[in-house]
């Protein structure tokens, strides 16, 4: 999922700048699971603005709302009429939802309250953890579901590098090796023989090095249409 953590309120409120009237709006899915963006955040956030801002001497009428996913036009249609009515929008979606809302309402002034941090799972409560870097071109297969993109400090695609040490990364005792992840796991299933097959330079051209990214399915964009 894509994890996020809220912005301090202090930047919220330089964020809002003058605008009396806010909205804030809380994305129902993965912002939601990692506590950082749901209907609970949202309400919170919008007290937290309505007080400090009165404390501040210059109220303001902060209200808040939460869609089922800020990234698809059909939810965001459900609070047309609450943008319309607000100065501005203080989104607490990932990066994705924010752009999503800016172009869905054009009129709309929208600001981010989270910052969007990685692709990741939860591994213990109250902690996430970076799995996938989004490269376009996933070789799991071949590493025993371990990515070395996202999960090794230097995305190496051959082996770990000469600064592991006892299985931890050079940058962090706390860092596991991925390559040494990916050693026990191959071994524990009898797959070592995946190593020797060396990967080829990366072609980056699948990741953010080829520009904006987009997948086009021809059978649902034909299904749409009929």
């Known amino acids: 999922m894509i994890v996020a953590e809220q912005k301090p309120l202090s930047e919220m409120k330089t964020l809002i700048g003058s605008a009396q009237n806010v909205l804030v709006v809380g994305c129902g899915t993965c912002v939601t699971v990692c506590f950082a963006g749901g209907a609970r955040e949202a309400a919170i956030t919008a007290s937290a603005l309505r007080m400090s801002t009165r404390l501040d001497g210059n109220g303001r009428n902060v209200t808040d709302v939460t869609v089922q996913r800020q990234c698809e036009w059909e939810y965001l249609d ?118 020797l097959e060396l990967q080829p330079p990366k072609n980056w051209r699948t990741s953010r090095d080829g520009g904006p990214r987009k997948i086009v399915r021809q059978d649902l964009r034909l299904v749409s249409e009929e």
């Open 78 to 195: 459900e609070i047309t009429d609450q943008v319309a009515e607000n100065d501005i929008i203080l989104s607490l979606g990932c990066g994705i939802g924010i752009q999503a809302i800016a172009e869905h309402f054009p009129k709309a002034w929208v600001v981010p309250g989270l910052n969007t941090s990685f692709l990741g799972l939860p591994t213990e409560q109250g902690i996430w953890a970076e799995r996938c870097a989004a490269c376009g071109d996933c070789i799991l297969g071949l590493t025993g579901g371990i990515c070395p993109i996202a999960r090794c400090s230097k995305s190496l695609l051959n082996g770990p590098c000469g600064g592991s040490e006892a299985g931890h990364c050079e940058i962090n005792p706390d860092v596991p090796c991925a390559w040494q992840l990916i050693y026990d796991r191959l071994s524990s299933m009898g797959k070592l023989d995946l190593l």
